[in-house]
């Protein structure tokens, strides 16, 4: 292993039991086998699956790599074999350095001691002293954002505080090589979330890092490397975050679905580009052609609706609206019967990824939701680079005199 | 906790071993005067007692941590242990006295404890301690079975936590 790289995982992989008095059964035969120095059974027994297969990667120090995949994907558990916390059925795990976790934040705790108790417990667990703890008990106190509540039992705590006073431990006693994270920085609210961040960034700066998220725009500002994964099998591995972020919301199928009171129905809706000779491309639409949306719409008798058109992005957030107008500029009110409407989306400077097209009717009276329309025409945006950012935009600078 | 977090997984049974201690020591505090209002009269060996207690302990948590990882896995193992302890207790001359003679008096004396318990008992009543030999080779077996025990406890933990919930 290189002097600077402190994680290397080589083929590992680790199975786990569907049914329980089986998999205890199992668990009594490692156990032997465990005691006797032999090595672990290498294939699957009987109701046994892979939870993480054939997973492979090495880490430098100030590098970061962050995990993403469906639930039950083997994200946590690949986390809990690198922790030492079970072994690997096959493979090699290598760490070089001090291991630091923030998972499973506040889990020490005793309910009925006092938050300042629970400080120096917790610390002990991480393998502190009372007296390193001493020295910056204040700053966690701080940090946690609890100092009326220091000297009461954490069982009256919320649960954000708890968690809150957990990280706080964590973060301000350790100071980790590596850095496993798992899904702790959705915790609290948002000014404390922003304090989380800054501190794993600081301690970022000389660790390696794995940590895993679903949240994606966190995925693509932290992690430099991104590993995606389906079913314990690796799928990707790039440096490129966007890249990571489309395929895995590739995986997730986008179905349709409608709602609202009625009255008004989408039956069609197609795209078209003037990219690829003005052909609608069925699917795929290159980075920066001019697209039109064809849509029919059936509007009950007695009803009239305005029309609101969106694109929305693969985890279904609306990254662009369109609401669709008269040439006067006041909203284009469509009464009762079918209609075919043409309605231009302008340049797709959209980042490249997959989106659909949303479709909403509102009572022109009322305001009344009638129809949304979600998951439209499933689309991919292409282009030669993946941004980090939702919209691209390449422009020419002007040269000003200096 | 365990499954969650990884920290020395020895903390767990040193806590359990200074949580005994303490209930023994306050225990010892209520024997002695107990002992002179009984009119017994203890002569200076009665310091050796708590050292066959730690020894008690010690084989105690030798057997504990030899039976520890089935005893985690097997939920059912754990709850039927002080059970089965409080049956062993009945072959220890504690509430009865040692039998003589018969399959009842080679039980008792096939009880690792027997000899232990006779020892403190002894030394704690100013008489004489008529089973140092066999406690000598008790001790010698738990030191043994003390280390066996760690290093199972050691090598199987992460066996176990696997198989816990996460």
Redesign the interface.
């Known amino acids: 292993m290189a002097a600077d790289q402190l994680i290397s995982v080589e083929d590992v992989s680790k199975k786990f039991c569907r049914d329980l008095s089986t998999s205890l059964r199992y668990g009594f035969f490692d156990l032997g086998r465990e005691m006797l120095g032999k090595p672990r059974t290498m294939e699957l027994r009987d109701k046994e699956f892979w939870a993480v297969r054939d997973a492979s990667f090495e880490l430098r120090r100030g590098e970061c790599l962050g995990m993403i995949g469906h639930n039950g994907a083997g994200k946590t558990t690949l986390l809990r074999m690198l922790n030492g916390l079970i072994k690997p059925d096959r493979g090699r795990i290598a760490i070089r350095g001090q291991v630091g976790a923030l998972i499973a934040l506040g889990a020490g705790f005793n309910p009925i001691l006092t938050g300042r108790e629970n400080i120096y417990i917790n610390a002990a667990v991480l393998g502190l002293s009372r007296k390193a703890v001493d020295a910056r008990i204040e700053e966690i106190i701080d940090f946690a954002g609890v100092e009326q509540f220091i000297d009461m039992p954490v069982q009256h705590y919320s649960s954000g505080m708890n968690v809150r006073l957990g990280f706080a431990i964590a973060a301000i006693l350790i100071e980790p090589d590596i850095l496993f994270l798992d899904e702790v920085l959705a915790v609290g609210d948002i000014s404390f979330t922003i304090k989380c961040l800054n501190r794993v960034r600081e301690l970022m700066r000389d660790s390696a890092v794995v940590f895993v998220s679903h949240n994606m725009p966190l995925i693509s500002s932290f992690g430099a490397r991104v590993l995606v994964m389906a079913h314990g099998q690796r799928l990707l591995d790039t440096d490129q975050p966007g890249v990571a972020i489309n395929h895995y919301y590739g995986l997730a199928r986008s179905k349709q679905q409608v709602s609202g009171a009625g009255g008004a129905e989408v039956l069609e809706a197609r795209l078209e580009s003037d990219t690829d000779g003005g052909v609608p491309v069925d699917g795929t639409i290159r980075q920066g052609g001019s697209t039109w949306l064809t849509a029919r719409l059936h509007v009950d008798d007695g009803v009239q609706v305005h029309m609101n058109v969106f694109v929305d992005d693969a985890s279904m957030a609306q990254v662009l609206g369109v609401p669709v107008r008269e040439p006067g500029g006041a909203a284009m009110t469509l009464g009762p019967g079918e209609h075919l409407l043409r309605v231009p989306l302008g340049v797709m400077e959209l980042n490249a990824g997959r989106y659909s097209i949303m479709i909403s009717l509102r009572d022109a009276g009322s305001g009344e939701l009638r129809c949304r329309h979600q998951g439209l025409t499933p689309f991919t945006v292409l282009a030669e680079q993946v941004s980090w950012s939702k919209f691209v935009r390449a422009t020419v600078s002007e040269r000003l005199p200096l | 906790?365990l499954?969650?977090?990884?920290?020395?997984r020895e903390s767990l049974i040193v806590a359990g071993f200074w949580k005994l201690l303490f209930g023994a020591g306050i225990k010892l505090l209520v024997l002695v005067p107990a002992l002179l209002l009984l009119g017994v009269q203890p002569d200076w060996r009665i310091v050796l007692v708590p050292l066959v207690m730690l020894a008690i302990v010690l084989l105690g948590l030798a057997v504990g941590l030899l039976l520890t990882?089935?005893g985690m896995?097997?939920g059912d193992v754990a709850r039927a242990l002080p059970l089965a302890t409080q049956l062993l207790m009945y072959l220890t001359p504690v509430v009865f006295a040692m039998p003589s003679g018969g399959v009842m008096e080679r039980l008792f004396m096939l009880n690792p404890m027997t000899s232990l318990v006779l020892t403190a008992r002894a030394w704690a009543t100013g008489m004489e301690a008529t089973m140092l030999v066999p406690m000598a080779w008790v001790l010698a077996v738990t030191v043994i079975m003390l280390l066996l025990g760690w290093l199972?406890y050691r090598?199987?933990m992460?066996?176990?936590?696997?198989?816990m919930s996460?």
Request: glycine share 0%; charged share 15%; net charge positive.
């Open positions: 906790m499954a969650k977090l990884n920290f020395p990882p089935v896995l097997y199972a090598i199987t992460p066996v176990i936590v696997e198989r996460s």
